[in-house]
């Protein structure tokens, strides 16, 4: 299973931004098998859980995202988004998309830079 991450950009606070998730080397059963996380790490800071798709497309997020953050999962694309909206500075981080087995097994792509201009 491979995760590439991608979407990430330079915005203005108050903007949009829609970051994607493309999960390879998978089936769609194995994709659709999967929890997807997408996780941040901003400079000098410890990486968090912003937000979760579960198999059944039921979705959790971080208490600063609430409301602007939006998760979503199209399983025959094998795609996962993150919409963001009314982005705010402390939103500026690398932004990373995870994915969690049942059998407990994680998978990790590479990040894609957000930043946020006030």
């Known amino acids: 299973v491979q995760l590439q991450a991608s979407g990430g950009g330079l915005v203005q606070a108050g903007g949009s931004l829609r970051l994607s998730c493309v999960v390879s080397?998978?089936?769609?059963?194995?994709?659709?098998?999967?929890?997807i996380d997408w996780h941040r790490q901003a400079p000098g800071k410890e990486r968090e859980l912003v937000a979760t798709?579960?198999?059944?497309?039921?979705?959790m997020y971080a208490d600063s995202v609430k409301g602007r953050f939006t998760i979503s999962r199209d399983n025959n694309k094998k795609t996962v988004y993150l919409q963001m909206s009314n982005v705010e500075p402390e939103d500026t981080a690398v932004y990373y998309c995870?994915?969690?087995?049942?059998?407990?097994?994680?998978?990790w792509g590479q990040g894609t830079q957000v930043t946020v201009s006030s």
């Open positions: 798709v579960t198999t059944s497309r039921r979705t």
């Open positions: 995870g994915a969690r087995s049942v059998s407990g097994a994680s998978f």
């Open positions: 080397r998978a089936i769609l059963s194995t994709f659709t098998s999967l929890d």
